[in-house]
């Protein structure tokens, strides 16, 4: 007669590909029921997003039939519970992860990733938010078709808090829902920092299991205010193949990783890839260049999470206010899911085997 312990015996055998332990040692077995042969239990994923998932599913079936026998069956449910090294933090309470979004040169498509890839990990089954921290040049607004929203201000106990607007399953937050969208910021850097830590903390995010922070391009005191403010996750550099944005995505790049800094590089995402005409999907053009994100990632030892084409679909969602990704069959929308299930993929390993990053201190 097969027991409850059996079952976890055999399941002992499973090890998550990315933890490198097994998933009864992981806490992943749950709600474990058996009635005669026929056995049924949840496996919680550490992501929705999880790239892995029917790996993981086809090696509990494998080892159940080989431990327990080839007659009896099994009901495999699978979840995600997204993991968070956030715990008890009084800024973002409810918030799992905070990833920082950055680039070293702007053009190369940072607001257009970063929207797709919310909407990726949002269409996965994650709660998903964006703060666009480029005061002085927001886009988040227009490509969600949103620019004419304003956030709702209600009190929450004494105090006025903002709404954030949510599009598309997607809670957001940008200076372009709070000022004319035909009107400049110009506005000094103490003004633009304390409008970040505004959005920060002055913002009812509720639960989430990622923000993305849609950096301004280079290295300014926005930069500096948010991981002043908030323990970052993680960072994700965006950059295009050409060697003037790989120069400045080092430099991006090398500022997570200073000592005093040490935020966690999740890996690189590099856009504008490569031309794939639509009436000949299966051709690739490398017309800014080829393998320059794989390079820069193999230099600094960071995973690579995709490599996004050039496609017209991806600049007509942005300017039409619906990103691609809306659209889950194009090519397009594939390269951002894949991205998306590498970041929260990487996002898993760091909080499995690195401690929380600590708000940079300044004397």
Partial sequence: MIKEENVLAALSHVEEPDLKKDL?????????????SDIKFTVVLTTPACPLKEVIRQRCMDALHEHLGKDITVDIHMSAEVTSIRNNSPQLPGVKNIIAISSGKGGVGKSTVTANLAIALKNSGAKVGIIDADIFGPSIPLMFGAEDVQPLITQKDGKNMIHPVNQFGIKMISIGFLTPKDNAVVWRGPMASQALRQFLGDVDWGDLDYLLIDL????????LSLVQTVPVTGAVVVTTPQKVALADA????????QPQINVPILGIIENMAYFTPEELPENKY????????????????????GEIPIVQGIR???DEGRPVMMDENSISAEAFKEAAENLAQQLAIRNAAQPATERVQVA
């Fill in 24 to 36: 009864v040692t992981l806490n992943m077995i749950k709600d474990v029921v058996v009635n005669g």
């Fill in 216 to 223: 301004p391009p280079g290295t300014s005191d926005i930069h």
């Fill in 250 to 257: 080092t430099k991006g790049l090398a500022m997570f990783k």
């Fill in 286 to 305: 490398y017309i800014f260049g080829k393998d320059g994100g794989k390079e820069l990632a193999q230099k600094f030892a960071v995973p690579l999470l």
């Fill in 316 to 318: 007509e969602g942005g």
